[in-house]
Each structure stands twice: as structure tokens, then as C-alpha cells.
């Protein structure tokens, strides 16, 4: 944090007056002062007429800079009568952006003043600018701009969000379009997921079939691909759907970003996700030729000088200095039946596949570092060991990337329990079909990027956070930018504005304004006004008989799985009901094949009138109800009377749903033995509660 004291000096000697609440900006920005002092002479803030003509003045930006700030200029909704790259802002009526290096903390930061006359932009480089004009935007939007000053700058230089185009292709008019919102609520980083399995998206010259193959295929549908053979088609066949950026395209968006100071980053992945990379290229396969093959041969040199010259290509359409190499997910067992790869294990002294993977990892970082490019890696590379230079992106948690940041790497924090924005955001019988789980906006705000326990020091390394928006169940724009927005503003919020600045209530407020404004303009966000929320039975804890008391699971092979344990043994008696997400450590898992089994000791034998307990279906992710659900009661433990048969016909649906088995009736009974079978359906049986009245 550069020169802090200039900047705070510059903020004293400018500002009088109170702090006032920044109504209309988003991400919240840093300080908002009313008032403007004329040397001795202050008033108090007022509101600002933004109506007036301004003339426009630049100092200290280059001719790109001065077009691409004039759009934005343009595009705040200011009466611009004339621009005028000359300096003369001392008369009334400019609008005057001055960059000169060092007034503010960092180079993303600004200064907006604003007296009845004029308003002066300062920062120290053209991104900040670009920042302020942002900020206006936004002032003009709502009306509500008042004199004073604006000072602002990001708490990290990292504010990403994925856009997933392998699993369905979107076009390059689609992505300015999600370019130019998240310019406008100052996201930076704009990371490209242009391969995986289900479609390669990137021209390539030198490995042409990744284009003129792996990119097409039937069904449209990733879901009906993916659960049929998942082969491809040769380009221009009748029914083929797919698509990939030429290279004039991808140029023409990486630009496009740049204008708006928005870096792409690309994605090319290895060496797991890459069966298209095979089924275009199948003689890189591993030597025993599996029918599926997802990883490439790390034993053929071959394999590297496919991925060296599509670098080299990648490096050419894309100026960002980081290119992320993916690294996530490789399933290790093909390398270890394939000849080429053993071979390479043994001259290489490779002692495990993990460390295989790394030696690519590592060879294909040493050489984009050749190129003066850097990596970036999914949290798997720091297994079998971290390239040396690689910035870590923690995805499984926040362990990987705590490891890293205290090995000294750079780390982008985008854990799957915040930054999974593929999960539904609302009641998931209201939402469109998607991954399972549940993640409101709310949850996705309460993110920190710097884990509590994490030394200050070490904390410096995380540099950012990033949303990431898998599409696998995504097929329509309209669903995409449903699942996008709002819940990527709460990420440019966490990514811009200090941790003392948040606030949810208010962060709601604003972001249901720009839903509002996103809607009048064309965009599809999730409709914030209308949420529903959580599942009501999880809001307020439910009393009854069993409360508290001891629960015997009734075979170890009908335990729940460890993932999933919950509260352990107190879980399914602890009055705690279930969320919309298996997840929230209140359901619990049985994965096992005799299901659930738990014998409930009430300590007494008593009269009771009910047994419930709810379950969840979630096909997705291999959820499902059970077919059968058997309830028992004893007065000693030994002898059991049934008193239910629940039968249930499990169908496969795509929306969640939620319903319990019980009975009801009376009957005396210290012990109650509440058994629920699978159905054919291989997957998770989820249970949070047995609820006996
Ligand atoms: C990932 O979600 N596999 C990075
Ligand atoms: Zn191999």
C-alpha cells in the first residue's frame, strides 16, 4: 500500500464534513465525505447538480486511455458538451481526470470531488479512473450524488469470476455482455474456461481437429451428451452443436475486456478434463488405449508438444500475464497401466502418480515462464508438489490454498461452499435445474478470502477471490446469467470493499436496485425481490420427544459416511432440521447398501404419538428417497413391534424435493428403530432429524 500518507494527506486537506452513506454505490467504496472546501471557505454537502453541461479535460493519460475513458465518461449518463484533451479545469462546468502516479494507494483506486461547479478525478492510473467513472454511473443511475469526495481503492487486486463455454458454447456477444456488467460493478479478472470434456472452444492452427472435431456434438444438452457416449462429430455435420472463438474473435473480446480494464484469463486444461483433447487426438491416449480416457499420457513427449504449441498460440491471443493450466480433478489410474507414463516415472525418479502430474505441471510452468507468462493452477497441483512460481486456486476449501499462501504463493480463494455459483440461489423447487446444494447471495456475501487463523503476513499472499459458474446444467444465456447475477456483485463487493464496510442488509438493498436496473435493460438476473429463502424447517430449532436423547446406529456397515456425518451420532436427534443443501452439516449421509438403520432410546418408556423424519431427493448429484421405510418400537431393546410401512416409488426428477416418512398413532415405547432402504437407485440416502411426538 503505497503511499498511504499521501493519500490520507490529500483526503484531509480536501475533505471536511461528515462521513455519509454511500446509498447507490456498489461495491461499497471506501470513505464518502459531504462538503467541498474553497481554500478557507467550506460548505456542507449538497446535492449535486450532474445534469449541467460538462466540459471534458484529460491530464496525464495516453491517447487509448483517453478513448477508452471517454466511453466510459459517456456511458455515466453525463451532459458532455465538448472534449477537450487540454488541461484548463480551473474554469467552471469540467469534468477532469487526472492521472499521476502515487496519489492513492493503488493503481485501481480514485478520488472523486465534486463542488456545484466541477468534478475532478484523480488516480494514478487510467483503471482507476475507469473506477470513478463506475461510481458515477452509478450516482447518475440512482440520483443521488451529493458534493464532496469519494475516496475508494480495492482491498484485492484479484476480483474474478469463471465463465464456463466447454460444457455449452456461448458466443462473444454473450460474454460483452457479462463484460460490461462486471466492469460496471469493478470485477477485473474474467477467466475463460475454454476446455474440458465436453467441447474444446479455442482455435488452435496447429491442432486443428480440437476445433474442427472436439467442438461438436449431439445432443446440444451437456446432461444428454454426458449420460449417452459422449463422442463428438466432424464440423458442418447435420445436427452438430457446439462452437469455438476463432482466433479473431477471442482477440476482438480480449480487447473488448481490456476497455474496460477487465483481464481474461484462459483456461486450458491438463492434464485431467481433456478427454475431448483425445477424441480429437486418440494416438495421445496411454498405451493400453482405455475406451475412456480423460488425462493426457504425461509419458509421451508427444503430449508435451501438442500443449507447448497450443501455448504458444494461447500466449499470442491472450496478453494476460497469468494462463491457467487447470491441474484439477486428474484421475491418476490410466498412468499407472500405461507403459509410456512408468517409463517416464522410473527416468524421471517419479515415486508417485501425484508426482507425475506435477512434473507436468512443473514443465509446462518452466516453460510459460520462458515466455515471461505466468501459472495458474487449481488447488490439485500442490499435490505431489507445488511448481515453483504457481499461483494456487482453492477450490476444495481454503486448505490448498492456506498451504500455498504460507509456502509463499499467491492464491485465489474460490471455495466450492461460497464461490460456487452453479449451486441454486434460492429455494431449489423455484429454481431452474442445476448442480444441487444451495447458495444464496447472502452465504456468498458472509465469504472472508483471509481465513481468521491465518498469519498477517501470510495473508498477504491471497491475492483475490473468483466466482465460478460451471455449466454443466446451464444449456440458455438466459439461465447463465441467471445463475451469474446478483451473486457475482456479492463477490466484486467481498473482492473490493473493506471488510468494516459490509454490511449484508445494505448490500442487499443496492444489489435488489441493480437486479431492478439489469432486468429494465435486457439482462436475466435472478430476481432478488422475490426470494424465497431458506427451508422454513430449518429456521427455528423443533422440540420434541427424542430431543437430545442417545441414537444407536444399528450396523457399522449402515454407518454414515464420514463426508457427510453431520453432528456425528447427536446429528439426527440434535432438533437442528435440514437447509436446502445436503451440505449445511444438519443432514446426514448413508451411502452404504442397507441404508438407514438407528435405533432412538427416548431413556423411558413413554406414550407417543408420532415418528417422522424428512428426506431429501437431488438426482444430480446421486440423491434420492428411500424406497421403504420401516418404523419399530420396543419397551426393552430386544423386542420389536412394527408399527409402519412407508413404500415409496423413487422416479427421477429434476427439480429437488423434500418429504417425510413417518406414521401416526399411539403406542407406548422407550426405543424407536426407524429403518429406511435404498431404492435401485445407486446414491445417498440424506436424513436430518428424527422427529418423535
Ligand atoms: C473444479 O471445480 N474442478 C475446479
Ligand atoms: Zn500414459
Redesign the pocket.
Known amino acids: 500500500m503505497r503511499n498511504i500518507r499521501l493519500f490520507l494527506f490529500f483526503l484531509t486537506s480536501l475533505v471536511f464534513g461528515a462521513q455519509l452513506s454511500a446509498q447507490s454505490i456498489t461495491p461499497a467504496p471506501l470513505i464518502v465525505r459531504g462538503g467541498v472546501c474553497n481554500g478557507e471557505v467550506c460548505t456542507p454537502a449538497e446535492p449535486f447538480d450532474y445534469t449541467q453541461p460538462f466540459k471534458l479535460s484529460f491530464e496525464g493519460v495516453d491517447a487509448v486511455d483517453i478513448e477508452r475513458l471517454t466511453s466510459a465518461v459517456m456511458a455515466t449518463g453525463l451532459n458532455i458538451k465538448r472534449v477537450k484533451p487540454a488541461v484548463n479545469y480551473s474554469k467552471k462546468g469540467y469534468l477532469h481526470i487526472l492521472i499521476r502516479p502515487d496519489m492513492l494507494p493503488n493503481d485501481e483506486g480514485y478520488a472523486i470531488s465534486t463542488a456545484h461547479d466541477g468534478i475532478i478525478v484523480t488516480a494514478n492510473a487510467p483503471a482507476g479512473a475507469f473506477y470513478a467513472l463506475q461510481t458515477m454511473r452509478q450516482m447518475v443511475e440512482s440520483g443521488d450524488w451529493q458534493t464532496g469526495i469519494i475516496a475508494d481503492y480495492p482491498r484485492f487486486e484479484y476480483r474474478g469470476v469463471l465463465i464456463d463455454i466447454s460444457r455449452h458454447f456461448r458466443t462473444v456477444d454473450f460474454l460483452k455482455r457479462q463484460i460490461d456488467m462486471m466492469a460496471r460493478v469493478k470485477l477485473n479478472r474474467l477467466h475463460l474456461h475454454l476446455t474440458d470434456a465436453a467441447g474444446w472452444r479455442l482455435q488452435v492452427d496447429s491442432y486443428p481437429r480440437l476445433t474442427s472435431y472436439a467442438a461438436w456434438r449431439t445432443p446440444h444438452d451437456w446432461k444428454g451428451w454426458w449420460n449417452g457416449d459422449r463422442t463428438f462429430l466432424e464440423e458442418g455435420t447435420e445436427g452438430a452443436s457446439g462452437g469455438y472463438l476463432t482466433k479473431a474473435e477471442a482477440r476482438e473480446l480480449v480487447e473488448y475486456a481490456a476497455d474496460r480494464y477487465i483481464t481474461i484469463i484462459p483456461e486450458i486444461e491438463m492434464p485431467g478434463?481433456s478427454d475431448e483433447v483425445l477424441a480429437a487426438y486418440p494416438e495421445l491416449k496411454c498405451t493400453h488405449n482405455p475406451e475412456r480416457q480423460g488425462e493426457l499420457c504425461i509419458g509421451k513427449e508427444a503430449t508435451f508438444e501438442m500443449m507447448q504449441a497450443i501455448l504458444d498460440e494461447v500466449i499470442e491471443i491472450f496478453p494476460s500475464e497469468y494462463i491457467h493450466i487447470?491441474g484439477?480433478?486428474a484421475s491418476k489410474e490410466n498412468w499407472k497401466l500405461c507403459e509410456d507414463c512408468q517409463r517416464r516415472m522410473r527416468e524421471e525418479g517419479l515415486e508417485s502418480v501425484d508426482e507425475l502430474q506435477s512434473y507436468m505441471i512443473r514443465r509446462m510452468e518452466q516453460y510459460l515462464n520462458s515466455k515471461g507468462r505466468q501459472i495458474i493452477g487449481?488447488d490439485e497441483i500442490l499435490e505431489g508438489g507445488l511448481a515453483p512460481n504457481a499461483t494456487v486456486?482453492s477450490?476444495?476449501g481454503e486448505e490448498g490454498g492456506r498451504t500455498a499462501a504460507e509456502a509463499g504463493h499467491k492464491v485465489i480463494m474460490?471455495p466450492?461452499g461460497y464461490c460456487?455459483i452453479d449451486a441454486p440461489q434460492d429455494a431449489p423447487y423455484s429454481q431452474p435445474e442445476s448442480i444441487g446444494g444451495y447458495l444464496p447471495l447472502e452465504k456468498v456475501y458472509s465469504y472472508e478470502p483471509i481465513p481468521e487463523t491465518l498469519d498477517e503476513e501470510v495473508g498477504k499472499y491471497i491475492s483475490g477471490v473468483q466466482a465460478?459458474l460451471?455449466a454443466e446444467f446451464i444449456v440458455e444465456d438466459s439461465h447463465y446469467e441467471h445463475m451469474l447475477w446478483p451473486r457475482a456483485i456479492a463477490i466484486a463487493e467481498i473482492g473490493w470493499s473493506m471488510p468494516e464496510n459490509k454490511n449484508y442488509a445494505d448490500f442487499r438493498r443496492r444489489a435488489v436496485a441493480i437486479v431492478d436496473r439489469m432486468i429494465e435493460e435486457g439482462y436475466t438476473p435472478f430476481d432478488l425481490k422475490n426470494e424465497i429463502g431458506n427451508r422454513p424447517e430449518s429456521l427455528t430449532d423443533v422440540e420434541h420427544l427424542a430431543l437430545g436423547k442417545p441414537v444407536t446406529y444399528v450396523s457399522p456397515s449402515r454407518y454414515y459416511a464420514p463426508k457427510y456425518a453431520a453432528q456425528g451420532d447427536a446429528t439426527l436427534t440434535d432438533g437442528k432440521r435440514g437447509t436446502w443443501t445436503y451440505a449445511d452439516e444438519r443432514w446426514q449421509g448413508f451411502l452404504g447398501r442397507g441404508g438407514v438403520d438407528v435405533i432412538v432410546d427416548l431413556e423411558e418408556v413413554m406414550t407417543i404419538h408420532s415418528v417422522s423424519a424428512d428426506f431429501m431427493q437431488i438426482c444430480g448429484p446421486g440423491v434420492f428417497m428411500p424406497c421403504l421405510v420401516e418404523i419399530a418400537v420396543s419397551e426393552d431393546g430386544e423386542n420389536f413391534t412394527k408399527i409402519a410401512d412407508v413404500e415409496w416409488e423413487v422416479v427421477l426428477d429434476e427439480l429437488p424435493s423434500f418429504k417425510a416418512f413417518g406414521w401416526e398413532g399411539e403406542t407406548r415405547a422407550r426405543y424407536v428403530r426407524y429403518k429406511a432402504h435404498r431404492s435401485k437407485y445407486t446414491g445417498f440416502l440424506f436424513v436430518d432429524e428424527i422427529i418423535i411426538k
Do not use: K, L, T, V
Open positions: 478434463h487447470g484439477d480433478e487449481w486456486m477450490w476444495r474460490s466450492h460456487y465460478n460451471w
